[in-house]
Structures are given as C-alpha cells and as structure tokens.
C-alpha cells in the first residue's frame, strides 16, 4: 500500500519481506517448486517480475540487503545430513548472477547478519563447535568478505535476542539482551565496550529503528502492562514514549495482582532469582495456597513482565511463584550451563530454595503447596515430586519422561543426544539416572499430566509412559489428552482457558493430607 494507505493491494504469496536501500524491489521467503524455504526477489517497477534467489537445501533465514542492493545476506544449514545440529554459516549472494560466498569459515553456528551502512562490515551472531549442551549467542563482526571476525562485545556475559542495528555512522551496534529476568536495549562500539540504552525493570527490544538512526521501536512490557509499541531516543538520554494502548480496554475495571521480587539462596550457596504475584487484596495476616510455576526450555528465562495466566491464579486465591533456576538464560553462561550434561540436577536445588524463600514471607499455607510446568518444565515437575513429598498437588504437562524412549519419539533427537556425553546404546546409565520415570517409586503427589495429542516435540507417548507408571505405583493421578493441541496445552484460547481451570480445580481439590472431602 501507499504511505498514506492507500492502494491497497496484493502482491505476492510469502513472508519475511523487505525493501532494498535502492526502494525499488522487495526480497521475501517463499516456498520453490520443491516446497523448499528460498529467498526470492520482487522488482516494483514490473508487475510480475519475480526471480528466486536461492537455492539451498537447507532454509536460508535472516536475509538482509547490502546497501547498494546488490547482494543478499543470510545464513543456513547447506548440510545434507538430517542429524545436522547448531551447524549453521553466513553466505553473501549477488542478485545479479547468483553467485554464492561463504563468509563464516569456522564451524559453529553463526546467524543474523547485518551490514554495515558503508557496506564494508557485518555483524552477527554465534559461537564456535561445542559438545556443551548450551552456548550463548554472542556479537562478532567480520569484513564484507568474510575476513578477520572478531569477537566484538567480550566482556558481554547475556544472551542477546533479536538482531543488531549499526549506528548512523557505523561505529557502534544497537542489540537487545536479556539482563537477570529482564530484557533491555544496549550498544557495543568497535572497542568492544558496552553501554545501556533502556534500563528497568522491563521487557523491551530494538524491533525498528528510524532512516536517521536516532529513534528505536520495540514493543514494552512490565509487571501491569502487557505489551505496547513504545519509541526511544537511541542516545539513551530521553523518556520513553507510549504509542500505542492496546490493552487498555482489557485492564480497565481490573485490579491486578501485586508482583514481588526475590533473590534467594540455594543449600550450595547458588544464588537464583524469580517472582511471586500475590491475589488482589492480598493480607499479609491471611495464610494462601502456593503455586510454582516451572518454565521450560530448559535454556530459556522467566521475564519479568506481565503474565496473564498468572494473574487468572493470583485473582482466583493462589500466590504464584516463578523463579530462574540453573540452567536459565540471561544469568550469564557459567549459570546456564551448570546443568551441562546433568539435566535435571542442581536447578532442583534452586526450585526448592525458591519455595523456602516464599513460605518465609509468613503468609503461604505449607498445607497447600502445589507445582507445576510443561515442557522443560513438566521434566522438572516430574523430577520435583520424585524428591520431595512436600507438595500437595502436581501438574505434569508436555513431559520428557523417559530419555530413552523419547529419543526416537520427538522432533528434536539431535537435542536430546546434546544432553548426554554418549549415547545410550553405549552407556544407558546418564540417560537413566536423568528420567523422571525412574523416581516414580518414591512419588506421593497426587498428579496431573496433560499432553496434546499432536504434540511432535514431547510426544504423547511420553506422558503415557508416565501415567502408567504412576498408576502401578498406586499414586493418584489423572490423564488428560487435548485434542487438536500441538506443543503445550494453550495454543487454542479454548485449550488455554481449560489448561488453567483443570489446573485450579486440581489443587484446589488437594491438601497435603489428600484430596479435600467437599461438603
């Protein structure tokens, strides 16, 4: 459409597209006659003037124009074998002749190019070859041809998510990391040292950025907020401003849930960090049900910022706690991969030293604690209430339950082989010792486990597995199958609002001494 929207029209079948710097064609992904992921161009000037750019085997992803708008850069995984994993490397292709360069020589996996305005530089991100199960992306940059990378923000211990913008006068790089629960925009310069832009207590990336390189765009969320479009002064000098009041309607009349923070310390000294969300007039002289809610991933990170499952809990009675074990991203990478090949392991230690922390406060009903995660979390889940008795009522969702089984069960094998040194045909011990369907023995916690049918990456078989192992130990537990549900329980709203009354109705049917006799 025109800029004023008007004109509005189709144009091709595809995603992802982008104008070049010269504004007069377009490059998109789209599917070639194969049904293969490919980088195509569309000049503007000619109706139907459509060429592919690519052909890979593997996807081409992040493609980005050269400022003169003759070359494309990407990365792929140009590897025939389907056990391929984190093996991914940066090409350059020239529109005109669809000649291909390879610019990254080092295995790794290296991804999300962007060059420089002058056209001379590139900036990425990756890391070199590694049996660690998990590696943090970090910033390089390298020459236009590939020469001399560098490792350019060292002394940057965060992740970083999104891709990177150059300054207008290419001597710093703009990128979004996450920073202990929380995600803000930084800049890298050439020397490599860092310094914020947004700071807070907030979620908030650098999605866009204005021709003259002076204000960023990013959606912004925090505690009460959901999400709204916010601009920014990249200088890091100037309040933010509020574009947009999606949500406004959906808050009105409400009142949420307060959010606290904790740091907490586990029985070896690890610190660890997370939140609890208290019900709407919360007494601090009333005694309350706790939830813990596990996240999965396991790589992955409780953001603080607004959770609208969490808040349904808090106003129904429940103080929800979620907390950043070992093995969280965002904490820095010697914390994430203190479950390096021994996962689950010391985040068990974090998680309990979460619950501790909470019945500290005075006003949680040790009678009534209840826990629960899906994905990574419904492995830490399963693995908690093999440990402990301490919890009233459990929900199991989306498990892996079985290492073993799961191998040749999921989407994802190669994953699961990165979290073992060997695999199991040549020393099952570690693959064992790791499944929560081993401790099913030593459960007492009356459970709920919850799988989509359609689920490819923990599949169903998983939570059977569980279920029927809970049931010939005699422990109290129920089975429930979400037709039409792939990965989790919530993608369908239906799906999401049963997910959260099934798991209500299950704790609240449950005290420590069993389930409740209602009048």
Known sequence: MNGDGSRQRFLVEGSDARWSPMGDRILFMAKDDDDKPQIF???????????????????????????????????????????????????????????????????????????????????????????????????????????NPVLLAAELDRPTTGRQWWSADDKSVFFSARYDGYINVSKVDLRGKVSPVTSGRQVVRLDSVDSNMSRGVGVLSSFYEPGDVYSFNLSGRAEMTRLTKVNDDLLTGKTLGETEELWFEAEDGNKAHGWMIKPPGFDENKMYPLLMEIHGGPFGMYQGHFNFNYQVFAANGFVVLYTNPRGSTGYGEKFSQAIDHAYPSVDYLDLMAGVDAALDKGYIDEQRLYVGGCSGGGVLTSWVIGYTDRFAAASVRCPVSNWVSFLGQTDIPNFALSFFEKPFWEDPSDWLHHSPIMYVGNVKTPTLVMTGEQDLRTPMAQSEEYYAALQIAGVSSRLLRFNDQYHGTGTHPSNAMRTMLYLMSWYNDHDINGKIEKQ
């Open 41 to 147: 161009v569309r000049w503007m000037s000619q109706y139907t003037a459509v060429s592919q750019v690519t052909r890979c085997n593997g996807k081409p992803v992040s493609p980005v124009w050269s400022p003169d708008s003759k070359q494309v850069v990407f990365d792929a995984v140009r590897v025939e074998s389907e056990l391929a994993y984190r093996q991914s490397k940066i090409y350059r292709i020239n529109i005109a002749d669809q000649d291909v360069t390879q610019l990254t020589l080092a295995e790794g996996h290296w991804s999300t190019p962007t060059v420089s305005h002058d056209g001379n530089k590139i900036v990425y991100l990756g890391f070199p070859a590694s049996k660690a199960t998990y590696v943090m992306n970090k910033i390089y940059m390298m020459d236009i041809d590939g020469g």
